[in-house]
């Protein structure tokens, strides 16, 4: 019986938080989705940060030996809030951060995140929504934390302000290995 054909490589684009002070369940997600992209030989790219979620992807990738792109802003990298040890493409404004990540990406995951991490993946749906791209996107929700988001996606096709057709543009997932397996499937 021959073995499945292991999976092309892939651009993972990855939205998440920077922030220091969220709780250990979402930074070991993080770091979970770090060591798995880089052990099945895909390339992080991501926001550039050393810092939260961003910081413990990327740290774990690195010890891994996984391929890395970060796009950050020129500010950042002064400030000190740069991932050292891997390739990074310093921009100076977030319209050029965010079309770095984009056109990077061979697929979008969002971990949990705030505001910029919201703005970035959902500028993802609309994008594929307007058929700019057609991209795997991909949701990790850890602890519940999209239910809200989700909740509110749920008003919007119930009450016609987003057409039915467009629940596939997005997948929910639990875990890690579930959005690269998605992904994984969806781009072979």
């Known amino acids: 019986m021959l073995s499945p054909t292991p999976p092309?490589?892939?651009a993972l684009t990855v939205y998440c938080a920077s922030s220091k002070r969220v709780a250990q369940s979402y930074l070991d997600v993080a770091t979970e989705l770090g060591r798995l992209i880089a052990q099945?030989?895909?390339t992080l790219v991501y926001g550039g940060g050393n810092s939260g979620l961003m910081g413990a992807l990327a740290q774990a990738a690195l010890a891994h030996n996984g391929k890395i792109r970060g796009v950050i802003l020129a500010?950042?990298?002064e400030r000190g809030y740069a991932q050292s040890g891997h390739e990074m493409q310093s921009v100076d404004d977030m319209r050029s951060r965010k079309r770095g990540l984009d056109e990077l990406g061979d697929a979008f995951?969002?971990?949990p995140g705030g505001f910029g991490t919201l703005e970035e993946i959902l500028e993802m749906i609309s994008f594929k929504q307007l058929?700019?791209?057609?991209?795997p996107i991909v949701f990790v929700n850890t602890n519940h934390y999209f239910d809200g988001?989700?909740?509110q996606f749920e008003r919007g096709f119930s009450e016609?302000?987003?057409h039915e057709r467009f629940r596939e543009l997005?997948?929910?997932v639990k875990t890690p290995n579930d959005a690269l397996e998605v992904i994984e499937a969806t781009t072979r």
């Open 8 to 10: 092309r490589p892939l």
């Open 40 to 42: 099945r030989g895909h």
């Open 75 to 77: 500010g950042f990298v």
């Open 109 to 111: 995951i969002a971990l």
């Open 131 to 135: 058929g700019l791209h057609h991209k």
């Open 149 to 151: 988001l989700l909740q």
């Open 160 to 162: 016609a302000f987003i």
């Open 170 to 172: 997005y997948t929910i």
